[in-house]
C-alpha cells in the first residue's frame, strides 16, 4: 500500500516552517523545516521564504499536495487582515500569488485553523464531542472553533478587544517574552481571556497550541476555568499537519 502524503506549510509571525506528512497517521515524516520570517513580512519576502523551505526539503518540484497555512483571515484565497505581518496582506488574492509564485496549486488556509484541523483529526480533540476551541499562543493569538468534528473557519479571538487593542497585543506569547513576565504573571492575563471566552462561548474543551504548548506544565495548572484545558499533542508542527491534511482532502 502507498502511504498517502502532502506537504504542509505554515507560516507564522516569526517562522516559516514545513514538513511532509503521512495523512493517515497525521504525523510528520521529514524533518521539520524553519526559516525566519523575513522582517516586514511582504508578499515577495514570504514567497521567497517558502520556496527555500521547500527546495530545503527538496519538495519544490514535488506533486504531492500542498498546503499552506497563513497568521491572517482567509477567505476564498484572499487575505483580509495582517496583525504581525506587512500591511500589503490586506485584501490581497494571496492563494493566487502563491500559486503563480510556486507554479502549481496549493490549499490555502489560516494558521490556527490547520492547527484545529489537525488536532480534531489526529490530536487532543480527535472524537470530542460538542464545541472545542483551539487557541495558539504565539506571536499573535489564533484560533480555531470545531464543533462536532467541522471547522467554522476564521474566529479570531486574538482580536478581541482589551482597552480599545486587540487583547494578543497584552496576552499571546510574544506579550511574555517581550515584559518578561513570570509564568505566574502571564498565567494571570490567560486566566482574563479564557474566563470571558468560556463564558461566551460554553466550550466543552480548550486545546492550547503554538511553541509555548511544549511547557504546558508551567501554565495550565495556574488557569481555573470549568472547561477542561489540555495542550496540543501536535505542539507546534500542528499547523504543517493541518495544512496538508486539508491540502490532501482534494485528492
Ligand atoms: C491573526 C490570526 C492568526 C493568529 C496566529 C493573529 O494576529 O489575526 O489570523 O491565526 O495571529 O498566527
Redesign the pocket.
Given at each position: 500500500m502507498t502511504t498517502s502524503r502532502a506537504i504542509g506549510v505554515d507560516i507564522?509571525?516569526t517562522g516559516i516552517k514545513a514538513g511532509i506528512v503521512d495523512l493517515d497517521k497525521g504525523e510528520l515524516i521529514s524533518s521539520r523545516v524553519r526559516v525566519s520570517t523575513p522582517e516586514g513580512a511582504e508578499p515577495k519576502d514570504v514567497l521567497a521564504a517558502v520556496q527555500q523551505v521547500l527546495e530545503t526539503l527538496e519538495v519544490a518540484d514535488s506533486d504531492l499536495p500542498l498546503g499552506v497555512a497563513f497568521?491572517?483571515?482567509v477567505k476564498r484565497g484572499m487575505t483580509l487582515?495582517a496583525?504581525?505581518i506587512s500591511p500589503l496582506w490586506v485584501n490581497f488574492e494571496a492563494e493566487k500569488f502563491f500559486e503563480s509564485g510556486l507554479g502549481r496549486d496549493i490549499t490555502f488556509v489560516?494558521?490556527?485553523d490547520a492547527a484545529g484541523v489537525a488536532e480534531v483529526r489526529h490530536g487532543a480533540a480527535r472524537g470530542q464531542q460538542g464545541l472545542t476551541i483551539l487557541t495558539?499562543l504565539?506571536?499573535?493569538?489564533?484560533?480555531a472553533f470545531l464543533y462536532e468534528g467541522v471547522l467554522i473557519p476564521n474566529t479570531?479571538l486574538?482580536?478581541l478587544k482589551r482597552k480599545d487593542k486587540?487583547i494578543?497585543k497584552w496576552m499571546a506569547y510574544s506579550a511574555k517574552e517581550r515584559e518578561e513576565l513570570s509564568w505566574k504573571q502571564w498565567a494571570k492575563r490567560l486566566q482574563e481571556f479564557y474566563a470571558h471566552v468560556e463564558f461566551i462561548f460554553s466550550p466543552d474543551l480548550f486545546v492550547v497550541g503554538g511553541g509555548v504548548s511544549k511547557h504546558p506544565d508551567e501554565f495550565l495548572p495556574l488557569l481555573d476555568l470549568k472547561t477542561p484545558i489540555i495542550p496540543a499533542v501536535h505542539r507546534n508542527a500542528a499547523g504543517i499537519i493541518g495544512a496538508a491534511s486539508l491540502a490532501g482532502d482534494g485528492h
Open positions: 507564522g509571525g497568521p491572517a483571515i487582515s496583525a504581525n489560516n494558521d490556527a495558539t504565539g506571536t499573535g493569538v489564533g484560533s479570531e486574538g482580536h486587540s494578543e
